[in-house]
Structure formats: structure tokens, C-alpha cells
């Protein structure tokens, strides 16, 4: 694996917060490795935001699991989705290395870990992505080339900040924290109206859908793939 020695420049975040260190040489083809949790993956958004708009011209490749893969059809400004399935048991060997293959084909130059789990960085260093991104957690801090620990503000606000902060530390992306632009496509909105037709007792019902992100993150982020 070869190694890219970061050089840096100066970035000025919005808001008037103390200016970030944002990496050099520019990536060219950037992976991030997103949550397992549809709660996390929405709380997450503004750190995505924040890597796309540091290297608009760069490729942003999401590697998610596949039952959230279908959250990003709303996403025109992500690249490409990656979506992976691992089972259980001796059936999951070859699907980590199937994931470990699409990883290396696709040529990625910085790779940014949203999970803090072993794995999700052990991956990255098999495919051979010479930088990688995430905070230092469940000993896979030699697996990563720019890594950061978890500071106390980031774990007590609001969890967004959670990857927000990481982003920042790690390779200078800087974003806000109530950037969650997201539209779902057309032809979506279109099937869930058609599917909600018949089942309206009143005209001026809504669906609300709730998830608990906080425990989501606890049980699935640090200790899964």
C-alpha cells in the first residue's frame, strides 16, 4: 500500500468558527463508509454535505448497507452508491471480500469512516485506499492515516456533531449542523401518494415515521461492520 503524505491549506467555516485544516493533495475519488442505521444515516447528512462541498469536483462514492441504499435516490450530489449485504456465518467470508473488491476497483484515493467499528476500516486498508479517515476506536487506530479521538463536546451536544467533528479533525471539512437537504425522487413521492390513496380514512391525514438514532448508534455503528 503507498502512502500520500497530506500537505495542508487553510479553510474558513461558516458561522465564524475557528478555521479547519482541509487536506491536500485534493482527492480525487473520495468513499465514505456511511452508518448501518437509517436514524444515523439522517443525522449524518450535514457531514457528507460538508465532504461534498470541500471537493465539489471530486468523486463521492457511499458504501452503505443495502436495505439503506435507496435513502440516497434523493442524493444527485453523491456519485455513486455502493450498497453490501454481509451474512452470517461462513457464507459472510465471501461477501467481505466481494466488498473489499468493489473497494479496490473503484480506485478511491480517501476513504472517511462514519462507523467505529474494526472492520469498516479493515476493509479499507485490505483495498488499499492510502488515506483513511475515522475516529481512533476498537483498536483500528493503525489502520488509519488521519485519525482523531472522540472529543466530549461531540458525545454531550447533539449527535450530529458526532461526525461533524470528525470530518473536521480529520481531513478539514467543515459543514452545518442543519444541512440535511434531501429530496426523495419524483417518481417516489408519486408511488407512496398512490399507495396512500386507498388507505386515507381522512383527507388531511399525514404519516410520521420516528426512529430512536441515539441507541441505533450505540448498538449498531460501533460494534458492526
Not at 471530486?58 to 441504499?69: D, I, S
Not at 449527535?159 to 478539514?172: D, I
Not at 442543519?178 to 413521492?189: G, I, Q, R
Request: net charge positive; charged share 25%.
Amino acid at each position: 500500500m503507498s502512502a500520500i503524505s497530506p500537505t495542508a491549506r487553510r479553510a474558513t467555516p461558516p458561522g465564524g468558527a475557528a478555521a479547519a485544516t482541509l487536506l491536500e493533495p485534493a482527492p480525487r475519488r473520495i468513499i465514505v463508509r456511511e452508518v448501518n442505521w437509517l436514524g444515523d444515516l439522517v443525522m449524518s447528512l450535514p457531514a457528507l454535505r460538508a465532504i461534498r462541498r470541500a471537493w465539489a469536483d471530486a468523486h463521492l462514492a457511499v458504501l452503505v448497507r443495502r436495505g439503506l441504499a435507496g435513502f440516497f435516490d434523493g442524493a444527485p450530489w453523491i456519485d455513486q452508491v455502493i450498497p453490501f449485504a454481509v451474512a452470517r456465518g461462513l457464507r459472510g467470508i465471501g461477501d467481505r471480500r466481494r466488498i473489499i473488491r468493489d473497494i479496490r476497483t473503484g480506485g478511491f484515493d480517501l476513504a472517511i469512516l462514519f462507523p467505529t467499528s474494526f472492520e469498516s476500516a479493515l476493509w479499507v486498508a485490505m483495498a488499499g485506499v492510502p488515506r483513511r479517515a475515522g475516529y481512533s476506536a476498537d483498536a483500528r487506530a493503525p489502520m488509519l492515516t488521519l485519525r482523531t479521538t472522540t472529543p466530549r463536546a461531540a458525545t454531550r451536544g447533539h449527535q450530529v456533531h458526532f461526525w461533524l467533528e470528525m470530518v473536521r479533525a480529520t481531513v478539514g471539512a467543515t459543514g452545518d449542523a442543519a444541512d440535511f437537504a434531501l429530496a426523495p425522487k419524483e417518481s417516489h413521492v408519486q408511488r407512496m401518494r398512490e399507495w396512500l390513496a386507498p388507505r386515507r380514512k381522512r383527507p388531511d391525514a399525514c404519516l410520521l415515521y420516528t426512529s430512536d438514532a441515539a441507541d441505533e448508534r450505540t448498538q449498531g455503528d460501533t460494534h458492526g461492520p
